[in-house]
């Protein structure tokens, strides 16, 4: 039996307060600070040094990760792949959908566009006579910088959602927040 009357229909978004900006993105990102332990003592993965070589194996492990997963199967990841806004610029991790459309905050993404960009760096930098031991922060003089990618629009300038993945090979995750926080205050 129907009932008679006036059905309205209402269509709209959550508050922000009940739906906070990014949410999926911030669980995704959770998803990866998880997984990060599992692929740091996985007894297979290659023990090798760069930041290529390792993004790598991290893309390697995380698209087995969310294959695996009932909540991130619909999304891959992927190294090396070209900035939107900037043609000569490669993003060092990327996440993308796999084989679907998804709509996150208003935006469509299909296989070919990228949820957000993650920026990769090794802790301590390598020493060279061309690199500031601050790198994932900044580099002076020039634009190479971890933050100072993001923040300046040379990565990611058509997101406002990025992330950041530190490879620590020495000293303590502690060590390099205070060291990270002072390179930032002393820029400010």
């Avoid at 669980?27 to 990060?36: G, K, M, R, T, Y």
Wanted: glycine letters at 8%.
């Amino acid at each position: 039996m129907l009932a008679e009357g006036s059905h309205d229909v209402h269509s709209g978004r959550l508050d922000r307060e009940i739906h906070l900006p990014c949410t999926v993105k911030h669980e995704l990102v959770a998803f990866i600070s998880q997984q990060l332990p599992a692929w740091r003592d996985h007894p297979d993965r290659p023990q090798k040094q760069g930041e290529t070589a390792l993004t790598g194996h991290l893309c390697d492990y995380l698209n087995s990760a969310v294959h695996d997963s009932e909540n991130w199967s619909h999304v891959q990841f992927r190294t090396e792949t070209g900035d939107e806004t900037h043609a000569g610029r490669k993003i060092d991790l990327t996440v993308k959908p796999r084989a679907a459309s998804l709509i996150i905050e208003g935006r469509r993404h299909s296989q070919f566009d990228a949820l957000f960009p993650i920026e990769c760096k090794r802790l301590p930098t390598p020493k060279g006579n061309d690199r500031d031991e601050r790198e994932y922060v900044i580099t002076e003089p020039g634009s190479t910088g971890g933050m100072q990618r993001f923040k300046f629009g040379h990565h990611g300038a058509a997101h406002d959602f990025m992330a950041m993945i530190a490879f620590v090979q020495e000293h303590t995750f502690n060590h390099w927040i205070g060291k990270i926080n002072g390179w930032i205050s002393a820029l400010a």
